[in-house]
């Protein structure tokens, strides 16, 4: 499976993005697909993931509800939509894709950076 990310850029303090994850192929119905978001010298953190056959969701603790995640199985398409973003959440975001049920995010895109200028 592979996973290309984008839509990140440039905004301003207070602005929004909306991220997209083009999945090649669901690999089975339970797969999540996770958004990731990783600054140099630090450890990744895991910001929200979403499941393909329900949309069940679940939100890493530090993103304040500012963050949504969503998808469109027709497209094979996860989004992330991020309000209010802050310099802070400046980052390199990736989504990543569990390969097996139950198992890690171990099959990875190659990420779009977002830059968030105060």
Not at 7 to 14: H, I, M
Request: glycine content about 10%.
């Amino acid at each position: 499976v592979q996973l290309q990310a984008s839509g990140g850029g440039l905004v301003e303090t207070g602005g929004s993005l909306r991220l997209s994850c083009v999945v090649s192929r669901r690999t089975f119905s339970s797969q999540f697909i996770g958004w990731f978001r990783q600054v140099p010298g630090q450890e990744r953190e895991f910001l929200a993931a979403i499941r393909w056959n329900d949309g069940r969701s679940s939100y890493g603790s530090s993103l304040e509800d500012r963050f949504t995640i969503s998808r469109d199985n027709a497209k094979n398409t996860v989004y992330l939509q991020m309000n209010n973003l802050k310099p802070e959440d400046t980052a390199l975001y990736y989504c990543a894709a569990q390969t097996i049920p139950h198992g890690n995010y171990d099959r990875r895109g190659h990420g779009t950076q977002v830059t968030v200028s105060s």
